[in-house]
């Protein structure tokens, strides 16, 4: 399967405790999204990459909240002392290109849930 | 004012009708996205369209830039095609996807 993976697609998870979610693009594609999105309503955006730079961030990622992707492939999103607000769908895209004139290619998301 | 809006926000047909749902955004756009989500979370991207029409399988959009509307039709609706489908245009300044609300799809057999 040569589509965006995400894992792990479920992760339960003590308030306080950190969290990380790692996201495989589809190879080549040199852009990489990370979305958050609740139940009931639609995607936010929380950063994107082009290679290995971390280009925009949302006010939404907060300084619990870190993302990197290292080598310009795979990205990796950390929730630090993760709070009950955190728990949503956070999804991963990818695309190839200079602009949003590329199809983009969603992942299945990771779902956190923080009791 | 929301600078995407989508209508209708829910829609229920029987299967084999004619659907459109249409989108309309406030910001210059590079390209527009429509994007359908099931229940569960998957997102699959349908179309991207900068001008005119693209037409795949049943599933046909269509978008005028100079009236910054979208329309994405359903030709003979089926039950599978059951989910909410969203509209995202991409900004031209900086193009980030800007998200629709969604409209919510269901189709009764």
């Known amino acids: 399967d040569t589509g965006v993976s995400q894992n792990p697609r479920h992760k339960i998870t003590k308030r306080g405790q950190n969290v990380t979610f790692r996201c495989d693009p589809i190879?080549?594609?040199?852009?990489l999204y990370w979305y958050r999105q609740t139940l009931g309503q639609g995607p936010e955006f929380l950063t994107y990459f082009q290679n290995e730079a971390q280009l925009e961030k949302s006010r939404l990622l907060s300084d619990r909240f870190s993302a990197e992707r290292p080598k310009g492939s795979f990205s990796t999103l950390e929730i630090q002392r993760t709070e009950q607000g955190d728990s949503a769908m956070y999804l991963c895209?990818?695309?190839?290109?200079?602009?949003?004139?590329?199809?983009?290619?969603f992942g299945e998301g990771s779902w956190l849930t923080v009791v | 004012k929301n600078e995407v809006e989508q209508s209708p926000q829910n829609l229920t047909a029987q299967e084999g009708e004619f659907i459109t749902i249409n989108c309309s955004y406030s910001?210059?756009?590079?390209?527009l996205h429509w994007l359908q989500q099931h229940p569960g979370g998957g997102i699959v991207s349908l179309f991207m369209?900068?001008?005119?029409?693209k037409k795949h399988g049943r599933l046909i959009a269509t978008i005028n830039i100079q009236e910054k509307h979208s329309s994405l039709h359903i030709t003979a609706s089926h039950p599978r095609d059951s989910a909410v489908y969203i509209c995202?245009?991409?900004?031209?300044?900086?193009?980030?996807?800007?998200w629709g609300a969604g409209t919510k799809l269901i189709i009764k057999p």
């Open positions: 190879s080549e594609h040199n852009r």
């Open positions: 995202a245009p991409a900004s031209y300044s900086n193009y980030q996807l800007i």
């Open positions: 910001v210059g756009i590079s390209a």
């Open positions: 369209l900068s001008s005119g029409k």
């Open positions: 895209a990818s695309s190839f290109g200079q602009n949003s004139g590329n199809t983009i290619y």
